[in-house]
């Protein structure tokens, strides 16, 4: 067996740390008026601390499952049932074409910055052109997460690095409710992922990088290339199980044989590094580029002014264009994928390095 390294978590907070870390979130006066009832509140926070309430409504796995027996979080087993029926819509030949739009700036007119991003207003293009193609179309808007109250997409913990099958599919490590790591949107969007047939990402460049909204989440993703579909295998997080049943995993990719697009722009430099980064984690997770016109970059007032950036695009309409050009592939592919006259070449290859 495969020794499990121990030995970096801290210990447990004391209870006056837990105090100061609990009050910070009621920092606000008008809290004081109900100082009693947050008391209370905070002595039922504690105990679930200490006794580690991660997921304290379960449901038995059940038939289908290694461990029929095994008590499964009942939020993560209603995420999983979601995402088979999701998956069973998707493949069903008489539902219409689904393309997931993603907008992966962080910046909208309803936060701190008090204007839409260009991102936003490319993705509402594709959105036109994908409509008139007769596509149904999901817009995921990442910026939420820096305008919306209590949402969130936790951080990825890694537990893939320990071994594939203790990362879950969907994740298992959300909700934590002890540690109140809760409104987590990744059950939400990994259903906006399963249910769609293409996939189109439009991003701006945040320091050589992509936003970190959009980081927050492929990091998460990491499950739909590999992951374990039956948490009762390694009864939840046990280490020491997940090391021994990897020897024979097969890593199925949950999202393969799905197309994708991309147009990411940037005003300085890393556009081409970003686009080629996303490319290949889309390609490595088994989707199929749309070609050449599906993969843009382009930058957008090349060191101009970014007080000016929206009017500069406003005059770029070859960029708009190209951006609709994105669209359009992404559509014809998506129609060919399904029709079955596209069909990837090494679908049937065995990967000597399977990980």
Partial sequence: MTTVRKGQAPAK??????HVRFMRKFYDPAYE???QELASVEEVAWKNYVESHKAPITVKAGPGFA???YDLSAEWKEAHDRLIAAEVRQKDPATRSRVLLINASARNDGSCPGEMSKSFRLTKMCEEVLHAEGIETDLLDLSLLTSDY?????PCKACVSTAMPLCHWPCSCYPNHS???DNDWMNEIYERWVSAHGIIILSPVYWYQVPAVLKLMIDRLVCADGGNPDPSSTHGKEAEEAKA??????YPKHLAGRAYGLAIHGDVAGIESTRRSLSDWLDWMGFVDAGPTALLDRYVGYYESYADSHATLDKDTAFQEEVRNVARSVASTVQLIRSGKLVQPDR???NPRPK
């Fill in 150 to 154: 209590e949402r969130r997409i936790h």
């Fill in 67 to 69: 461990d029929p027996d």
């Fill in 13 to 18: 907070l004391n209870r006056d740390e837990f």
């Fill in 33 to 35: 008026a109900v100082s």
């Fill in 348 to 350: 049937k290859l065995t």
């Fill in 245 to 250: 049943l990897e020897k024979d995993w097969d």
């Fill in 179 to 181: 540690l109140n790591q």
